[in-house]
């Protein structure tokens, strides 16, 4: 079946702890993303990459790093920099990362971060 | 102002009811609109993309106002398994396919 897989479902770290999200997809798209999503508010962009070896700094990446060595995967590491990083973490893939229309965004299951 | 715009709702409705959302976007060069739908505690999962001429699937209408910068979605007789957040997506006119999500508006249909 193809799909997106996040990993862990849940993932608890400690203060001053960097903590690494995994993202997986096997639908051979070309571009991933890693979004944050707080109770209230909509999705906000952490991290984007079109092609294999890039990405670019969404609307709130400090304190998030990412690599894209594979096309299959992007992982995003929550530093300790990140002053309040208990979220739910989602990632996401679409067909073609260049500019086109009705290129729809498909999610994986998501990560619920806790800092305790 | 934002980028995307929904009223929260919540919207409480009877099943077999018909409501409609409503959600208003900043930018007028957008070219790609979409609604999601996300179950409590899970991710977004892509209801329908909303074309210029208007789309049904089902009991589900889209429709686009270019003029003023609105989508709407459409849902007739209501069922409880449409119980949900819906988010209005919109891309952005950059080299990326970048989206911006409304903050989504919640849904709850009652027996």
């Known amino acids: 079946d193809g799909g997106i897989t996040q990993s862990p479902k849940y993932l608890f770290r400690k203060e001053g702890q960097n903590v690494t999200l995994s993202c997986e997809q096997n639908?051979?798209?070309?571009?991933m993303y890693w979004y944050r999503q707080d109770p209230g508010q909509g999705l906000r962009l952490i991290y984007y990459?079109?092609?294999?070896?890039?990405?670019q700094k969404g609307d709130i990446a400090e304190g998030y790093s990412v690599s894209r060595e594979k096309k299959e995967s992007f992982p995003l590491t929550v530093t300790s920099a990140q002053k309040n990083p208990t979220a739910f973490y989602l990632c996401?893939?679409?067909?073609?990362?260049?500019?086109?229309?009705?290129?729809?965004?498909?999610f994986g299951p998501g990560t619920r971060l806790t800092v305790l | 102002r934002k980028e995307v715009e929904q009223d929260p709702g919540p919207f409480n409705v009877p099943e077999g009811a018909t409501v409609a959302f409503n959600c208003t976007y900043s930018?007028?060069?957008?070219?790609?609109f979409f609604w999601y739908r996300q179950d409590c505690r899970k991710e977004p999962k892509l209801l329908m993309s909303?074309?210029?001429s208007g789309n049904e699937d089902g009991r589900f209408t889209a429709q686009l106002n270019r003029a003023s910068q609105y989508i709407s979605l459409l849902i007739r007789d209501s069922k409880l398994s449409d119980s949900a957040t819906y988010l209005c997506v919109v891309n952005f006119p950059t080299g990326a396919n970048n989206l911006f999500f409304g903050t989504g508006t919640r849904l709850t249909v009652i027996p």
């Open positions: 990459s079109q092609i294999v070896n890039d990405f």
């Open positions: 639908l051979n798209h070309d571009a």
């Open positions: 930018n007028s060069a957008s070219q790609s």
């Open positions: 996401a893939s679409s067909g073609y990362g260049g500019r086109s229309s009705y290129n729809e965004q498909f």
């Open positions: 909303v074309y210029s």
